[in-house]
């Protein structure tokens, strides 16, 4: 069965300092992941997604993430926080069977900090 | 092009009512999800429609739950008698459908509060 667990459910960094949030992932074969990106009263968009090519994917808005298989994890970076990075990040796993069906972790809320 | 679309955006209703709550997705997109993500929660999923193919309704939590699919477009989430535990944010998202893993493309979203 797939699962994502998102190990932090809060993060506060400083602006101008890198940010890291964590994501393992379980699946029975290569996954594709996904991290998506909700601000306060918005919806939801994609950031970043890995289906199998490079390992380390870059997204939108500087952020990066990179598929580890031997870790199971795929967490997101970036080197330097804005305060409009401010918002709750999910990790998505796709189903091993079903391709087209999802998986969402509990999400992380990042604060930024002045 | 217009992403996907929401409606009502808010919706306040009694408990023990019926509520509908409607999602036109991208055109063309062949696939169609429903999530709910409860106050500080993650997304849970509900149902997903592909195609003609039958829906999978394995995240519905009760028989109370429903949604049809009308001409493989828009789609209605219908709740009946609602309970306040209902009350969330009921999101709808499509992607197309190509036998790969597709991007999904969310909508705003239905604020529903069951009082």
């Known amino acids: 069965a797939q699962s994502v667990t998102q190990l932090d459910s809060h993060v506060s960094v400083s602006e101008g300092t890198p940010v890291l949030l964590r994501c393992n992932y379980s699946s029975s074969y290569s996954p594709s992941l996904f991290w998506y990106v909700q601000h306060p009263n918005k919806g939801l968009q994609l950031l970043l997604k890995?289906?199998?090519?490079?390992?380390l994917v870059k997204g939108i808005n500087g952020f990066e993430a990179e598929f580890k298989k031997s870790e199971t994890s795929f967490h997101l970076t970036k080197p330097s926080a804005h305060m409009s990075d401010a918002a709750e990040y999910f990790c998505v796993v796709s189903g091993s069977y079903n391709f087209n069906k999802f998986y969402f972790g509990s999400g992380t809320k990042l604060n930024v900090k002045p | 092009g217009a992403g996907v679309s929401q409606s009502p955006s808010n919706k306040v209703t009694e408990k023990g009512k019926d509520v509908e709550l409607r999602c036109d997705p991208i055109?063309?997109?062949?696939?169609l999800y429903w999530y709910r993500q409860s106050l500080g929660q993650g997304l849970e999923f509900l149902i997903y429609?592909?195609?003609?193919?039958?829906?999978?309704k394995s995240g519905l939590p009760s028989d109370r739950f429903s949604a049809e699919r009308t001409g493989g477009s828009v789609s209605t989430l219908t709740i009946q008698r609602t309970q306040q535990e209902d009350s969330a944010v009921y999101l709808c998202?499509?992607?197309?459908?190509?036998?790969?893993?597709?991007?999904?493309?969310f909508g705003p979203g239905t604020r529903l509060l069951v009082l």
């Open positions: 998202a499509s992607s197309f459908l190509s036998g790969t893993q597709e991007t999904q493309y």
């Open positions: 890995y289906t199998s090519a490079a390992t």
């Open positions: 429609f592909q195609g003609n193919s039958a829906p999978d």
């Open positions: 055109s063309g997109h062949t696939a």
